[in-house]
């Protein structure tokens, strides 16, 4: 499939690399939106993988009473317990999403981020993400990299909409600058949730910005910033293609869940 430069809405050139006041602009806030990096033809082909995925119960997927987060079905016997939260391994469902990811748009932006070499661990992320209207769950604040293990928390992750995503729909909240920070370990909770019932925690949380995308629209945004996401109140599905990023110099450590899967380097592809 041939990534043509997707239909421009915002004046920019979705083919160029990110501009050095757009990586000032990520170094700051841990995060940045680009408009319009994936093709309408594209976004219709991960969509029909999408779905055929959801039909067909296509392994491997994690539902959503696996997880039990907040409004998740108690298990997967309960109404609503078939309600599937991710496709994962979504890199191998379609060739055509490593083409994407090693197009110039994306892989030039991920190579100002990380290097010159981009490996792409199959083991986090690596997902079609969905957010079903009855049964979908709330996410908590956290950072990626609480359950990964790598010698630096510095992965780049891509999180592509496949349709409209905002605040009703379960789209996602970022904090700014909380990739560069420490917290007190005593602001989070059991599973490295920022705890929102503490008063020290409110000032960060106000700070939360809602990141609205459209089809073709990517979020890049550090594993340590922390991000969360409502429930989906909208009568329509969203979805949305998400993989991290990581720089040659940053292996997985032995041993550990990151380590458990084959990774890509990703190398420039067919233009
Ligand atoms: O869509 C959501 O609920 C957020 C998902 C998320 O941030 C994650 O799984 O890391």
Redo the contacts with the bound molecule.
Sequence with gaps: MQHEPAERRDGTDPASRFSSEELTRFERDGFLVVRGLASKPFVQHLLEITHAGLVSHMPPVEYEADLQ?PGAPASREQVGGQTI??LKHAQGRTPALTEWLASSPVLGRLQQLLGPRVIMPLAH?NCI?T?QPRY????GW?Q?IRYWSFARPDLISVWLALGEEYPEN???FVIPGTHRGELEAERLDGQLFLRTDLPQNKPLIDNRQPVRLSAGDVLFFHARTF????RNQTGES?Y?A?FTFRAEDNPPRAGSRSAVMPELLLTPGRE
């Design positions: 987060y939260r991710r992320h993400m957010k979908s769950s709330e996410t956290h990626d379960g789209g996602l991000h969360a996401a409502g969203k949305s998400v």
